[in-house]
């Protein structure tokens, strides 16, 4: 929500070397890095105009040209995440103008963040979470007999497997959907049951594939081989591990779109993400008695505190289950 529109940053090159350090430096990503650039160029147009031009007087802004240009956003009822992030942004791009002595102070230093509210990740239960893991095959299966086909469909089973081999990736990693759909071929051992995961800020972890996952993902590479003999081995260990009916790299947005049609078989709410399999994922861990630490280190967060959220929806669960079956709830 943009309440007072957008400055164009173009030429100001303070901000360029500010998008070079999140790129070269911190490793952000392009999309991290858009978000900034547009939180910047947002507070340019609350500070100078929306039609002002760059470069921009940084140093000329004050501590309340920072705190009119967050409650700015909180009176158009802007979400608290959003605010904060805002606030995160700039606080951010001026830390990096005081240590390259382009000014003299930071004015988003000592503001902060609206309070967010706790909410707590949706998560499946272990019997929502296998229905859903068969729905890709059973739906396939479903269609086939409906058209009375004599010989299968190569491309049709060969999406049905992958499809299933991918949500079984997801649960059994606990995986966020883009660092699954960016797997190579060289990132898996089957026979270790491992994955190598590129997360946030780039960073790589091992996450383990159960066996359920091993052999699906097999079944999925077996039929991509057959259609696709060419795609492995002209990339090798650099080919994607799925591929869209095309022979290419499968998108994160194409398996969020699927997962509708498997959450309906599945009799699921459709507006489950894929991200769901991660909060289960961790949630199940914690609730079978899991490490913490070790569930942080499989998740690839940063934080422990990040981690601590599943131990709330763990122990909503018990209060729930209590105040169901206590007599005296």
Not at 22 to 46: G, K, M, P, W
Not at 87 to 114: C, H, K, M, Q
Not at 260 to 282: V, W
Request: overall charge positive.
């Amino acid at each position: 929500m943009a309440w007072c529109g957008a400055a164009d940053l173009t030429g100001d090159r303070r901000v360029a070397h500010f998008a070079a350090y999140l790129r070269n430096e911190r490793n952000a990503s392009e999309h991290t890095v858009s978000a900034y650039l547009s939180d910047i160029a947002q507070f340019a147009a609350c500070v100078w105009g929306p039609q002002s031009r760059a470069p921009f007087a940084w140093e000329s802004a004050d501590r309340f040209a920072a705190r009119k240009f967050l409650i700015g956003f909180q009176k158009q009822s802007a979400a608290q995440v959003t605010t904060a992030r805002k606030l995160a942004s700039l606080r951010s791009f001026y830390r990096f103008l005081e240590r390259e002595d382009l000014v003299e102070a930071n004015p988003f230093d000592g503001l902060r963040p609206p309070k967010k509210p706790r909410r707590l990740p949706a998560v499946m239960s272990v019997d929502e979470v296998a229905r859903l893991l068969e729905a890709p095959l059973k739906v396939y299966r479903k269609k086939a007999a409906a058209e009375r086909r004599q010989k299968p469909d190569p491309r049709e089973e060969y999406a049905a497997f992958r499809d299933a081999a991918i949500l079984e990736t997801l649960y059994s990693t606990g995986a966020r959907v883009s660092e699954v759909a960016g797997m190579k071929i060289g990132d898996i051992d089957l026979l270790e049951g491992t994955v190598r995961v590129q997360g946030k800020g780039k960073k790589e972890r091992l996450c383990v594939l159960g066996n359920p996952a091993c052999k699906a993902i097999r079944e999925a590479l077996k039929r991509s081989e057959e259609l696709w003999p060419d795609v492995q081995r002209q990339k090798g260990r650099a080919a994607p591990l799925w591929l869209n009916c095309h022979g290419e790299a499968l998108t994160a947005r194409s398996i969020e779109r699927s997962l509708k049609t498997y959450l309906a078989e599945a009799g699921l709410d459709r507006r489950i993400t894929p991200h769901a399999l991660r909060h289960s994922f961790a949630t199940h861990l914690l609730d079978a008695g899991a490490e913490m630490r070790s569930v942080q280190e499989m998740l690839g967060h940063a934080s422990l505190s990040t981690t601590q959220i599943y131990t709330h929806v763990t122990a909503e669960r018990l209060k729930k289950v209590y105040e169901q079956a206590h007599p005296r709830a």
